[in-house]
């Protein structure tokens, strides 16, 4: 990817931030990712009063991707508050992994858009349940 790419998820990701509605925990978050269509997607969190209703900023930038027409996500970048990674919650995994790959980037930028973390939905998802496990065609190498 080039350098202008991931400016561009890192500048989506923490524009999205900065609409996150994040009232009850005070920790707004911003994704944005690259899909296969070439086009970036963005989401934030949006939390609720009924606590367990709160929605996490991954899965908005997904759904933004699968309305628009995109599957596949070839890198995700997730802008946290503060200085410390926001590293995806297990269940955003799981969610990234249905149009993911292992070898998915995923890039953790602090709150002035600097990258703190690198990695991939592989190492922070292995041995992942999918649709090959449902369907029974799971192949291991
Ligand atoms: N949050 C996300 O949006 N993404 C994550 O992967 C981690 C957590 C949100 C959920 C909640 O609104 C706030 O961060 C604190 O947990």
Redo the contacts with the bound molecule.
């Keep these: 990817m080039a350098a202008s790419d991931i400016t561009a998820l890192i500048h989506a990701a923490t524009a999205a931030r900065d609409r996150a509605y994040?009232v009850y925990?005070n920790?707004p978050?911003g994704a944005a990712l690259l899909a296969d269509d070439g086009q970036i997607y963005a989401g934030c969190?949006v939390?609720n009063a009924a606590y367990p209703l709160?929605n996490?900023?991954?899965p908005a930038a997904i759904a933004a991707m699968v309305l628009a027409g995109g599957r596949n996500i070839a890198h995700l970048v997730?802008a946290g508050p503060g200085q410390v990674a926001?590293t995806?919650?297990g269940g955003?995994r799981q969610r990234i992994h249905e149009f993911g790959a292992p070898d998915t980037r995923i890039t953790m930028c602090d709150v002035d858009g600097n990258i703190v973390l690198e990695t991939t939905l592989g190492d922070v998802l292995p041995h992942a349940f999918g649709g090959a496990n449902v369907t029974g065609t799971k192949t291991y190498d």
């Design positions: 994040a925990s920790h978050v969190n939390e709160g996490c900023a991954e997730v926001c995806p919650c955003c």
